[in-house]
C-alpha cells in the first residue's frame, strides 16, 4: 500500500476514534485534549489543501479560457481590420462632400477624428512621465500637479485606540473624524512538514 493511502487510512482511523467520542457524548463538541485539537487542526489543514486544488485548478482553467478568448479576438479583430480596409474608400467616396454618416440597413459608418498620440523617447507619454514633469515645470508651472498623501503606515502607529472605538492621536487629542474596529487575534493554523 503506498504510504499516502497509508496515511490516509490512519487520518480516517483517527478520525472514526474522535468522532466515536463527539457521538457517544451527544452534546456540543469542545476541543479539551491534545487528540481533538490535533484532529480539528487535520481537518483544517485538509480544507486548506482543498483551497489550494480548487484555486490551483480554476486559476488552470481561467488561463485557457482566457487564451482562447484571446485567440477569438485577435481572430475576429483581425477580420473587422480587413473589412474596415475594404469599406474605406467606399466611405470616403459616399461622404465627399456630403453628410457625415451613411448610413445603410445593417448599420452606419462614418468617420471621427482620433487624437494624436505623443512619445518621449520612444515611450508613450503619461502625467507621471518625469521628463515631461521637468519641462512643463520649466515651460508652464501651473499646470504641475502636487499630490497630498499621508504616510498612513506611520501615522497609525502613533493612534491609540480606546475600548469604545474612539481614536487618540499622539498628542492626546480625540480624533473624530476617524474610529477603529478592533478585532481578536486570528488563529493560524500551518501544515507541520
Known amino acids: 500500500m503506498p ?18 467520542v463527539v457521538e457517544s457524548e451527544k452534546q456540543k463538541f469542545v476541543i479539551d485534549d491534545d487528540n481533538k485539537a490535533n484532529w480539528a487542526i487535520r481537518k483544517i489543514i485538509k480544507l486548506q489543501h482543498k483551497n489550494e ?13 482566457k487564451q482562447w478568448q484571446a485567440d ?14 475594404l469599406l474605406r474608400p467606399y466611405a470616403e467616396q ?36 518625469k521628463t515631461l514633469t521637468e519641462r512643463v515645470e520649466q515651460l ?6 502636487t499630490e497630498k498623501s499621508t504616510d498612513w503606515t506611520e501615522f497609525k502607529n502613533t493612534l491609540t485606540v480606546m475600548e469604545d472605538g474612539r481614536v487618540i492621536s499622539a498628542t492626546g487629542e480625540i480624533l473624530d473624524f476617524i474610529e477603529a474596529i478592533e478585532y ?8 507541520r512538514k
Open 3 to 20: 504510504r499516502e493511502d497509508l496515511a490516509e487510512s490512519l487520518h480516517e482511523f483517527l478520525d472514526s476514534q474522535v468522532m466515536d
Open 53 to 65: 486544488d480548487a484555486k490551483k485548478l480554476a486559476d488552470e482553467q481561467i488561463a485557457k479560457i
Open 72 to 85: 477569438i479576438e485577435t481572430e475576429c479583430n483581425s477580420s473587422i481590420g480587413f473589412f474596415t480596409n
Open 94 to 129: 459616399q461622404l465627399e462632400g456630403k453628410s457625415k454618416t451613411v448610413k445603410l440597413p445593417n448599420g452606419n459608418v462614418s468617420f471621427r477624428s482620433v487624437d494624436p498620440e505623443f512619445f518621449i523617447s520612444g515611450e508613450k507619454v503619461s502625467g507621471k512621465n
Open 140 to 145: 508652464a508651472p501651473e499646470l504641475i500637479i
Open 184 to 191: 481578536p487575534d486570528s488563529l493560524t493554523v500551518k501544515e
